[in-house]
């Protein structure tokens, strides 16, 4: 008995849907592991790895998000501008209270395969740091996070 392997093209992904993950407490690498399976399509029975098929995903209260362990103070983020001494370095703590979203995104795009391919999915990822978004037509499934231990 032979098995054949299906291979999903682009023109065949299935209609996306838009989930909705509310971050409020939850630790940030749980959320963006869960948003990067959704965003790959591992959700899904026809998942193919080089094919962007994931569901959009909506992230409220992203500001909310909170680090285990001493990682809001010992976490650093390194940003370059190109110049000569460029480098600017943040501790976790200072970006979420800066640029909330940012941390999110980051760590959703770690977890991404690099490339075209993994540019694509991020643009699916709309976070937002309040409990609002613009997103209400699309009427959105929400998504539970296990909060850990």
Same mark, same amino acid.
């Given at each position: 008995?032979?098995q /054949?392997?299906?291979?999903?093209?682009?023109?065949?992904v299935?209609?996306?849907?838009?989930?909705?993950?509310?971050? !409020?407490?939850?630790?940030?690498?749980?959320?963006?592991? &869960?948003?990067a399976?959704?965003?790959?399509? %591992? &959700?899904?029975a026809?998942? /193919?790895?080089?094919?962007a098929?994931?569901?959009?995903?909506?992230?409220?209260?992203?500001? %909310?998000?909170?680090f285990?362990?001493?990682?809001?103070?010992? %976490?650093?983020?390194r940003? =370059?501008?190109?110049?000569f001494?460029?480098v600017?370095?943040?501790?976790?703590? %200072?970006?979420? *209270?800066?640029?909330?979203?940012?941390?999110?995104?980051?760590?959703?795009?770690g977890?991404?395969? !690099?490339g075209?391919?993994?540019?694509?999915?991020? /643009? *699916?990822?709309?976070?937002? !740091?309040?409990?609002? =978004?613009?997103?209400?037509? *699309?009427?959105?499934?929400?998504? /539970?996070? !296990?909060?850990?231990?």
């Open positions: 008995m032979s /054949t392997n299906f291979q999903s093209k682009e023109a065949a299935q209609s996306r849907r838009w989930k909705l993950i509310d971050a !409020k407490g939850l630790p940030v690498g749980r959320v963006a592991s &869960t948003i399976s959704i965003v790959r399509g %591992k &959700t899904k026809n998942f /193919t790895p080089h094919v098929g994931g569901d959009y995903v909506i992230v409220v209260n992203a500001d %909310k998000v909170v285990t362990g001493n990682k809001a103070v010992q %976490k650093v983020y940003d =370059h501008s190109g110049y001494g460029g600017r370095e943040r501790t976790a703590e %200072k970006l979420l *209270q800066e640029r909330p979203a940012e941390v999110l995104r980051r760590a959703v795009w977890m991404l395969p !690099k075209p391919l993994g540019r694509d999915m991020l /643009t *699916q990822v709309k976070i937002y !740091k309040g409990s609002a =978004h613009p997103h209400k037509a *699309q009427a959105p499934e929400a998504v /539970t996070v !296990k909060a850990g231990k």
